[in-house]
T-cell receptor, first 114, second 110 residues
Framework: DADVTQTPRNRITKTGKRIMLECSQT?????MYWYRQDPGLGLRLIYY???????NKGEISDGYSVSRQAQAKFSLSLESAIPNQTALYFC?????????????FGPGTRLTVL | GQQLNQSPQSMFIQEGEDVSMNCTSS?????WLWYKQDPGEGPVLLIA?????ELTSNGRLTAQFGITRKDSFLNISASIPSDVGIYFC??????????FGKGTRLHILP
């Protein structure tokens, strides 16, 4: 079984709709992250969390919100989706200890906003 | 803010050839990481480097943490078809944040 899972894997939605992407992990890691990937732009950090209820903005947080209600779950919401939020979204986790910067990624969610 | 320049953007090579790619920055990084992303999947960590000058191998892959702490290199020897994918470098900067390069897309010609 995968250590980091994301649901849904694919989603097509319309402009203005509220969307939630879910991430779950069985690695027991404290730290979780949401990234966005666009062709030719690499991975850009949206939000990250170092513990339950801890939320920190990343490089491109505008238009997004997150929730960390449990250690194993970190959800990303688009309150009112717009077409330029069409992208591949990745959740990642890392441990608290000395290797905290070694991140483990989920399989991704492909989101299309029409 | 800190930025990483990863090159080349894409490579077309023959099976069996060696591959070299690199990441550079005008800033100092404390950790360098190399990831590979297969089509339709998330990135997977290949090699982590923690000390300037460090040279680490993982099978046919070898990565080095530059002495100046401003660059890192990844080499793949004797490429095979399953090496196809996007390779990302990532650096841990002074503000304790991970920054990713834009990726090198590797294509292998039959």
């Amino acid at each position: 079984d995968a250590d980091v899972t994301q649901t849904p894997r694919n989603r097509i939605t319309k402009t203005g709709k509220r969307i939630m992407l879910e991430c779950s992990q069985t690695k027991g890691h404290d730290r979780m992250y949401w990234y966005r990937q666009d062709p030719g732009l690499g991975l850009r950090l949206i939000y990250y969390s170092f513990d339950v209820k801890d939320i920190n903005k990343g490089e491109i947080s505008d238009g997004y919100s997150v929730s960390r209600q449990a250690q194993a779950k970190f959800s990303l919401s688009l309150e009112s989706a717009i077409p330029n939020q069409t992208a591949l979204y990745f959740c990642a986790t890392s441990e608290r200890g000395p290797f905290y910067n070694e991140q483990f990624f989920g399989p991704g969610t492909r989101l299309t906003v029409l | 803010g800190q930025q990483l320049n990863q090159s080349p953007q894409s490579m077309f090579i023959q099976e069996g050839e060696d591959v070299s790619m690199n990441c550079t920055s005008s800033s100092i990084f404390n950790t360098w990481l190399w990831y590979k992303q297969d089509p339709g999947e998330g990135p997977v960590l290949l090699i982590a480097l923690y000390k300037a000058g460090e040279l680490t191998s993982n099978g046919r892959l070898t990565a080095q943490f530059g002495i100046t702490r401003k660059d890192s290199f990844l080499n793949i020897s004797a490429s095979i078809p399953s090496d196809v994918g996007i390779y990302f470098c990532a650096g841990l900067g002074r503000d304790d944040k991970i920054i990713f390069g834009k990726g090198t897309r590797l294509h292998i010609l039959p």
